[in-house]
Protein backbone atom coordinates (compact mmCIF):
# COMPACT_ATOMS: atom_id res chain seq x y z
CA UNK A 1 0.00 0.00 0.00
CA UNK A 2 1.54 3.42 -1.13
CA UNK A 3 0.37 6.39 1.20
CA UNK A 4 3.51 8.70 1.55
CA UNK A 5 3.83 11.08 -0.56
CA UNK A 6 7.11 12.29 -1.09
CA UNK A 7 8.42 16.17 -1.86
CA UNK A 8 11.54 15.37 -4.04
CA UNK A 9 11.79 16.44 -7.74
CA UNK A 10 14.45 14.37 -8.88
CA UNK A 11 17.56 11.21 -7.78
CA UNK A 12 20.31 13.58 -6.33
CA UNK A 13 17.65 15.36 -4.02
CA UNK A 14 16.17 12.00 -2.26
CA UNK A 15 19.50 10.46 -2.31
CA UNK A 16 21.38 13.42 -0.40
CA UNK A 17 18.33 13.06 2.57
CA UNK A 18 18.72 9.33 2.57
CA UNK A 19 21.98 9.72 3.38
CA UNK A 20 21.48 12.65 5.94
CA UNK A 21 18.75 10.51 7.54
CA UNK A 22 20.63 7.56 8.14
CA UNK A 23 23.47 9.37 9.42
CA UNK A 24 21.23 10.87 11.95
CA UNK A 25 19.92 7.64 13.14
CA UNK A 26 23.24 6.22 13.46
CA UNK A 27 23.33 9.17 15.97
CA UNK A 28 19.84 8.89 17.57
CA UNK A 29 20.41 4.94 18.06
CA UNK A 30 23.92 5.98 20.43
CA UNK A 31 21.80 8.77 22.28
CA UNK A 32 18.16 7.30 22.66
CA UNK A 33 18.02 4.42 21.60
CA UNK A 34 14.05 4.17 22.35
CA UNK A 35 13.47 6.88 19.88
CA UNK A 36 15.66 5.63 17.17
CA UNK A 37 14.22 3.92 13.80
CA UNK A 38 15.05 1.14 12.02
CA UNK A 39 17.05 2.37 8.82
CA UNK A 40 19.55 0.26 6.47
CA UNK A 41 21.82 1.38 3.80
CA UNK A 42 24.45 0.25 1.42
CA UNK A 43 24.54 2.71 -0.88
CA UNK A 44 21.83 1.58 -3.58
CA UNK A 45 18.74 0.45 -1.27
CA UNK A 46 17.19 2.69 1.74
CA UNK A 47 15.25 0.77 4.11
CA UNK A 48 13.28 2.42 6.80
CA UNK A 49 10.84 1.36 9.35
CA UNK A 50 9.76 4.36 11.88
CA UNK A 51 7.56 3.64 15.25
CA UNK A 52 4.62 4.27 13.48
CA UNK A 53 4.84 1.39 11.45
CA UNK A 54 5.58 2.90 8.52
CA UNK A 55 8.26 0.76 6.38
CA UNK A 56 9.65 0.62 2.98
CA UNK A 57 12.17 1.05 0.58
CA UNK A 58 13.63 3.68 -1.55
CA UNK A 59 16.08 1.34 -4.75
CA UNK A 60 18.36 3.79 -7.20
CA UNK A 61 19.74 3.08 -10.06
CA UNK A 62 22.03 5.26 -12.28
CA UNK A 63 19.10 7.65 -13.29
CA UNK A 64 16.07 6.94 -11.14
CA UNK A 65 14.92 5.65 -7.69
CA UNK A 66 12.11 3.32 -7.13
CA UNK A 67 10.02 3.79 -3.70
CA UNK A 68 7.80 1.47 -2.31
CA UNK A 69 6.14 2.24 1.67
CA UNK A 70 4.04 0.06 3.40
CA UNK A 71 1.84 0.91 6.59
CA UNK A 72 2.02 -1.95 8.90
CA UNK A 73 0.29 -0.73 12.10
CA UNK A 74 -3.00 -0.49 9.84
CA UNK A 75 -2.29 -4.40 9.52
CA UNK A 76 -1.58 -4.71 13.37
CA UNK A 77 -4.40 -2.47 14.71
CA UNK A 78 -7.51 -3.65 16.13
CA UNK A 79 -6.62 -7.24 16.89
CA UNK A 80 -7.79 -9.34 20.20
CA UNK A 81 -5.31 -12.12 21.20
CA UNK A 82 -5.84 -15.30 23.50
CA UNK A 83 -3.50 -18.00 23.81
CA UNK A 84 -4.88 -21.11 25.98
CA UNK A 85 -3.46 -24.19 26.98
CA UNK A 86 -5.25 -27.40 27.57
CA UNK A 87 -3.77 -28.45 30.95
CA UNK A 88 -4.49 -31.09 34.07
CA UNK A 89 -3.98 -27.93 36.62
CA UNK A 90 -3.03 -24.66 37.41
CA UNK A 91 -2.77 -21.58 39.54
CA UNK A 92 -2.40 -18.11 40.34
CA UNK A 93 -0.69 -16.15 43.07
CA UNK A 94 -0.34 -12.74 44.17
CA UNK A 95 1.97 -11.62 46.79
CA UNK A 96 2.44 -15.12 47.85
CA UNK A 97 -1.63 -16.04 48.16
CA UNK A 98 -3.40 -18.16 45.67
CA UNK A 99 -6.05 -16.17 44.24
CA UNK A 100 -7.13 -18.67 41.70
CA UNK A 101 -6.74 -22.42 40.98
CA UNK A 102 -8.22 -24.83 38.68
CA UNK A 103 -8.09 -28.67 37.86
CA UNK A 104 -8.70 -29.89 34.57
CA UNK A 105 -9.24 -27.20 31.54
CA UNK A 106 -8.37 -24.48 30.04
CA UNK A 107 -5.32 -21.59 31.62
CA UNK A 108 -6.65 -18.53 28.89
CA UNK A 109 -3.81 -15.46 28.56
CA UNK A 110 -6.20 -12.98 27.23
CA UNK A 111 -4.49 -9.89 25.67
CA UNK A 112 -6.45 -6.40 24.14
CA UNK A 113 -4.89 -4.49 21.35
CA UNK A 114 -5.71 -0.96 20.46
CA UNK A 115 -8.80 -0.74 18.11
CA UNK A 116 -10.69 -3.99 20.08
CA UNK A 117 -14.17 -3.60 21.03
CA UNK A 118 -15.99 -5.48 23.23
CA UNK A 119 -17.89 -6.92 20.00
CA UNK A 120 -15.26 -9.42 19.70
CA UNK A 121 -15.20 -11.13 23.02
CA UNK A 122 -18.26 -13.05 22.38
CA UNK A 123 -16.88 -14.73 19.21
CA UNK A 124 -14.12 -15.57 21.49
CA UNK A 125 -15.89 -16.93 24.63
CA UNK A 126 -18.10 -18.95 21.91
CA UNK A 127 -15.30 -20.34 20.07
CA UNK A 128 -13.28 -21.30 23.13
CA UNK A 129 -16.21 -23.25 24.85
CA UNK A 130 -17.44 -25.17 21.62
CA UNK A 131 -13.63 -25.85 20.32
CA UNK A 132 -13.64 -29.80 20.72
CA UNK A 133 -9.75 -30.37 21.98
CA UNK A 134 -10.39 -32.84 24.87
CA UNK A 135 -9.44 -36.49 24.46
CA UNK A 136 -13.02 -39.01 24.23
CA UNK A 137 -13.08 -42.65 24.97
CA UNK A 138 -10.99 -43.37 21.98
CA UNK A 139 -8.16 -40.85 22.64
CA UNK A 140 -9.61 -38.70 20.16
CA UNK A 141 -9.55 -34.87 20.40
CA UNK A 142 -13.63 -34.65 20.24
CA UNK A 143 -14.65 -33.06 23.34
CA UNK A 144 -15.19 -29.57 24.43
CA UNK A 145 -14.85 -27.92 27.97
CA UNK A 146 -18.11 -28.46 29.26
CA UNK A 147 -18.04 -32.17 28.14
CA UNK A 148 -15.32 -33.10 30.30
CA UNK A 149 -16.60 -30.62 32.89
CA UNK A 150 -13.56 -28.98 32.17
CA UNK A 151 -12.41 -25.52 34.14
CA UNK A 152 -10.87 -22.35 33.62
CA UNK A 153 -8.24 -19.68 34.64
CA UNK A 154 -8.44 -16.31 32.80
CA UNK A 155 -5.07 -14.36 33.47
CA UNK A 156 -5.07 -11.02 31.75
CA UNK A 157 -1.54 -9.84 29.80
CA UNK A 158 -0.57 -7.55 27.66
CA UNK A 159 2.75 -9.27 26.64
CA UNK A 160 0.89 -10.52 24.37
CA UNK A 161 1.60 -7.41 22.02
CA UNK A 162 5.12 -6.94 22.14
CA UNK A 163 6.44 -6.14 18.62
CA UNK A 164 9.84 -7.38 18.71
CA UNK A 165 10.75 -6.41 14.89
CA UNK A 166 12.65 -3.39 16.08
CA UNK A 167 16.12 -3.83 18.60
CA UNK A 168 15.99 -6.06 20.92
CA UNK A 169 13.69 -4.17 23.38
CA UNK A 170 10.13 -5.28 22.75
CA UNK A 171 7.68 -2.31 22.50
CA UNK A 172 4.39 -2.54 23.47
CA UNK A 173 2.81 0.29 22.21
CA UNK A 174 0.24 -1.76 20.09
CA UNK A 175 -1.31 -2.81 23.15
CA UNK A 176 -4.79 -1.51 24.63
CA UNK A 177 -4.71 0.82 27.30
CA UNK A 178 -4.83 0.16 30.90
CA UNK A 179 -8.70 1.02 31.75
CA UNK A 180 -10.14 -0.15 28.45
CA UNK A 181 -7.86 -3.06 28.78
CA UNK A 182 -9.04 -4.12 32.24
CA UNK A 183 -12.84 -3.44 31.17
CA UNK A 184 -12.68 -6.09 27.99
CA UNK A 185 -10.77 -8.64 30.25
CA UNK A 186 -13.69 -8.79 32.91
CA UNK A 187 -16.49 -8.44 30.33
CA UNK A 188 -14.79 -11.37 28.71
CA UNK A 189 -14.50 -13.52 32.26
CA UNK A 190 -18.44 -12.33 32.82
CA UNK A 191 -18.58 -14.16 29.50
CA UNK A 192 -16.99 -17.33 30.18
CA UNK A 193 -18.92 -17.61 33.38
CA UNK A 194 -22.32 -17.27 31.39
CA UNK A 195 -20.81 -20.78 29.48
CA UNK A 196 -18.48 -22.65 32.10
CA UNK A 197 -18.85 -23.94 35.63
CA UNK A 198 -15.92 -23.05 37.22
CA UNK A 199 -14.31 -19.36 35.72
CA UNK A 200 -11.12 -18.37 38.12
CA UNK A 201 -8.99 -15.17 37.34
CA UNK A 202 -5.62 -13.43 38.05
CA UNK A 203 -5.49 -9.81 39.33
CA UNK A 204 -5.79 -7.45 36.38
CA UNK A 205 -1.91 -5.24 36.49
CA UNK A 206 -0.05 -7.36 39.00
CA UNK A 207 2.80 -9.20 39.22
CA UNK A 208 1.46 -12.79 39.54
CA UNK A 209 3.03 -16.07 39.40
CA UNK A 210 1.39 -18.64 37.38
CA UNK A 211 1.77 -22.65 37.79
CA UNK A 212 0.35 -24.80 35.38
CA UNK A 213 0.92 -28.71 34.28
CA UNK A 214 0.08 -28.31 30.75
CA UNK A 215 -1.71 -31.09 29.34
CA UNK A 216 0.40 -32.66 25.84
CA UNK A 217 1.87 -29.60 25.51
CA UNK A 218 -1.18 -28.31 23.80
CA UNK A 219 -1.69 -24.95 23.35
CA UNK A 220 -3.99 -22.26 20.85
CA UNK A 221 -3.67 -18.52 20.13
CA UNK A 222 -7.03 -17.34 18.74
CA UNK A 223 -6.59 -13.77 17.17
CA UNK A 224 -9.41 -11.52 16.32
CA UNK A 225 -8.21 -11.00 12.63
CA UNK A 226 -9.43 -14.36 12.42
CA UNK A 227 -12.99 -13.89 13.15
CA UNK A 228 -15.42 -12.32 10.53
CA UNK A 229 -17.34 -9.74 12.63
Not at 95 to 106: C, H, L, R, T
Not at 110 to 127: I, N, Q, R, W, Y
Request: negative net charge; hydrophobic residues 40%; glycine residues 8%.
Amino acid sequence: MINTIFNFTNKNDILDKCIYASIMNAIMSGAYPSLSEEIAWDGNNYLFQNMEGIRGVIAFSNDIFVCGVRNEKKYEEGRENIFFKLLNSASVKVDGNVIGSIGKGYLILFGAGEGDTEDMLVPFADKICKMRIFADENGKTNLSINDVGGEMLIVSQFTLYADCRKGNRPSFVHACEPDLANELYEKFVALCRERVAKVETGEFGADMKVSLENDGPFTIVLDSRDFKL
